[in-house]
Nanobody, 121 residues
Framework: QVQLVESGGGLVQAGGSLRLSCAAS????????MGWYRQAPGKQRELVAVITSSSNTNYKDSVKGRFTISRDNAKNTVYLQMSSLKPEDTAVYYC???????????????WGQGIQVTVSS
C-alpha cells in the first residue's frame, strides 16, 4: 500500500506563489505517472497537471504558464509550483500517484488526503 503525504498549501494573495509537495512511501516497486488534481466547492475534481515517468508533462489549459509540475524520483516526490495565483485557483488539491507495489502486479492509483489552497483577491 502506498501512502501519500501532501504539504505546502495555505492562504495566499492573488498574484502570489505556493509550492505543493507530495511524498510517496510504503510498498513501492515502481511509480508511473504522478499528478495533481483539485476540487473547488460544488465542482467536480479536475486534473491540474500530470508528469509521466519519462517527465513528459500535461497541464489544464487555465494553469499553463503559471504552474509547473516536477518530480524527484529518488525521493518518490512530486511537486507543483504555482505562480500568479488567482482566486479561481482556490480548491482542495489532491496528489495522485500511479504505481506498482511489487513486480508484475497491476498499476494502482493512490490518492493523497488533500490540501487546501486559498487565494484571496
Amino acid at each position: 500500500q502506498v501512502q501519500l503525504v501532501e504539504s505546502g498549501g495555505g492562504l495566499v494573495q492573488a498574484g502570489g506563489s505556493l509550492r505543493l509537495s507530495c511524498a510517496a512511501s510504503g510498498s513501492i516497486f515502481s511509480i508511473n505517472a504522478m499528478g495533481w488534481y483539485r476540487q473547488a466547492p460544488g465542482k467536480q475534481r479536475e486534473l491540474v497537471a500530470v508528469i509521466t515517468s519519462s517527465s513528459n508533462t500535461n497541464y489544464k489549459d487555465s494553469v499553463k504558464g503559471r504552474f509547473t509540475i516536477s518530480r524527484d524520483n529518488a525521493k518518490n516526490t512530486v511537486y507543483l509550483q504555482m505562480s500568479s495565483l488567482k482566486p479561481e485557483d482556490t480548491a482542495v488539491y489532491y496528489c495522485a500517484v500511479d504505481g506498482r507495489a511489487t513486480m508484475g502486479v497491476n498499476i494502482i492509483r493512490s490518492w493523497g488526503q488533500g490540501i487546501q489552497v486559498t487565494v484571496s483577491s
